[in-house]
């Protein structure tokens, strides 16, 4: 699905969330430090796309924020082992600049020395759940290395974001996506830990039918729309949030790693027919409830 030809596109951008929309928060964004968000960068120009927002950390937050993302979900991951807690380091001081209005997202390389005290430290400084890519970091869900991390959640009451839909996969990775990850998969954890909550992004591409079964099914998955619903890659059957259970999805935008516009996303919310009640949902109170977000004065 990732190529290096893959368009960087030019379509307009708003300065601000649409009008009428209700609390916004952006349950799926990235920051890094600056060498390896350059490093990334240069990643996706070789290939994917071109990343349209060249930003640092600091200027992830205050793009959005300043624009009327009401509150900010910040993920990064460890792309090897040995620097997942530098980066909680970096993310819980990025955080604290940001008090109420930015969440963090821990980071483990699953298998790597002392994880479980590593992840444990993350959420002791005050992070608030764990970011893990399969794609990226190559493990078995289902191994004992998985468990373990998913161990340390669930007893801490801390989220899974986990990238664990087949696509978009690159021929680069070191590992084949289509291989590692699937639905049934996922619903073995699901089983086994059934306290744990879990958000799966890109609702599940490119299992998407089986992960909105999978929603209706358990009360402790939650899946987050990023990219999916802004026509860039090519879906078969095209997506009516309507006719998923609305109260586990959430909106993620990806930004700040995309060839598009920063609100394509929310413009098509913005016209997908979803009552105020509906958007309110998937714009503001899944998130907040699956995040455990306490709002600030300021948001």
């Known amino acids: 699905m990732l190529s290096p030809d893959l368009p960087t596109l030019n379509d307009s951008e708003g300065d601000a969330i649409p009008r009428g929309f209700p609390r916004v928060i952006d349950a799926h964004i990235h920051i890094f430090p600056d060498n390896l968000f350059e490093a990334i960068r240069r990643w996706f120009d070789r290939n994917a796309w071109h990343i349209r927002y060249a930003l640092t950390a600091a200027e992830v937050f205050d793009f959005l ?10 993920l990064q991951y460890a792309h090897s082992p040995g620097i997942a807690r530098d980066l909680n380091q970096f993310m819980v001081r990025q955080c604290r600049r940001y008090r109420g209005r930015v969440t963090g997202m821990a980071t483990v390389f699953p298998g790597e020395e002392g994880a479980d005290t590593i992840l444990q430290e993350a959420f ?32 801490n009451r801390k989220p899974v ?23 049934d998969k996922l619903e073995s954890v699901l089983v086994n830990f059934p306290d744990l909550h879990i958000c799966v992004p890109h609702l599940g591409f490119s299992e998407i039918r089986e992960y909105r079964q999978l929603i209706e099914k358990y009360d402790h998955l939650w899946l987050d729309t990023t990219m999916v ?17 609305l109260d586990r999805i959430m909106y993620g935008s990806d930004f700040p790693n995309i060839p598009y516009a920063w609100d394509r996303e929310l413009k098509r919310l913005r016209d997908s027919g979803l009552t105020d009640e509906e958007l309110d949902r998937v714009l503001n109170r899944n998130a907040s409830e699956f995040f455990a977000i306490r709002e600030s004065p300021a948001s």
């Open 65 to 74: 924020l300043s624009r009327g993302v009401n509150h900010i979900i910040a």
């Open 124 to 155: 002791d400084d005050g992070l608030g759940g764990v970011k893990l890519h399969t794609h990226v970091q190559c493990f078995d869900i289902d191994s004992d290395a998985a468990h373990l991390i998913f161990d340390v959640c669930q007893s």
């Open 161 to 183: 974001v986990i990238h664990f839909g087949k696509e978009p996969k690159s021929p680069v990775y070191r590992c084949d996506p289509h291989k590692i990850c699937a639905a």
């Open 229 to 245: 619903l802004t026509d860039y890659f090519p879906i078969a059957d095209p997506i009516d949030l309507k006719h998923y259970r």
